[in-house]
């Protein structure tokens, strides 16, 4: 049977540190605390960039050559954008119902690929604005490496498009976590 030791490493009976393992001890960690419902928001940062209309229009311009498409980026309702964005800076009582940049970067993402704006590219267009916002933040790279990774941006984009709404907290509260992993 295996078991983690008191520096957190999980061993084999004899001893034995099991490597591959330990690698992703804390992302095992996480899996376990959304499996038995006991995620909890990490302690965020203050951000220090705040996302505009603009910003987003111009990101959409920026892909719309990689992505070819008639509708790519195209606007579904007027005001749509703005009340997503309005939504992710929202005060209720004096104070932000949003506070950290991990809270509105995963928030971000979650209400661009689920309040579906654009009629086509929205999982890409939210995946590339949640970017931008941890970039122009400082939050994108940690010790030089990237905090996201390609797959687990895949992966979490996907996530949250299947999700159920309900699940909604449970959704950026995960995204908050990969971010601090």
């Known amino acids: 049977m295996n078991q983690e030791n008191e520096m957190g490493l999980f061993e084999t009976g004899d001893g034995e540190v099991l490597q591959a393992v330990n690698l992703y001890a804390g992302a095992l960690k996480l899996l376990d605390q959304y499996d038995h419902q006991t995620l909890i928001k990490p302690e965020g940062r203050q951000p220090i960039y705040r996302i505009t209309y ?35 800076y929202q005060d209720v009582f004096g104070g932000e119902v949003y506070p950290t940049l991990e809270e509105k970067a995963a928030n971000l993402l979650y209400f661009m690929i689920k309040d579906h704006p654009f009629a086509d590219g929205c999982k890409r267009i939210a995946a590339s604005l949640f970017l931008e916002f941890l970039n122009r933040n400082n939050a994108l790279f940690r010790d030089g490496q990237k905090v996201i990774s390609d797959g687990a941006l895949v992966a979490i984009t996907l996530m949250i498009a299947q999700s159920d709404p309900k699940e909604k907290d449970l959704m950026t509260t995960m995204v908050m976590n990969l971010l601090t992993l």
């Open 54 to 88: 603009e910003d987003c229009r111009k990101m959409v311009s920026l892909m719309e050559g990689s992505f070819k498409s008639a509708v790519f980026g195209v606007e579904k309702e007027p005001g749509k954008i703005e009340g997503i964005l309005a939504a992710v």
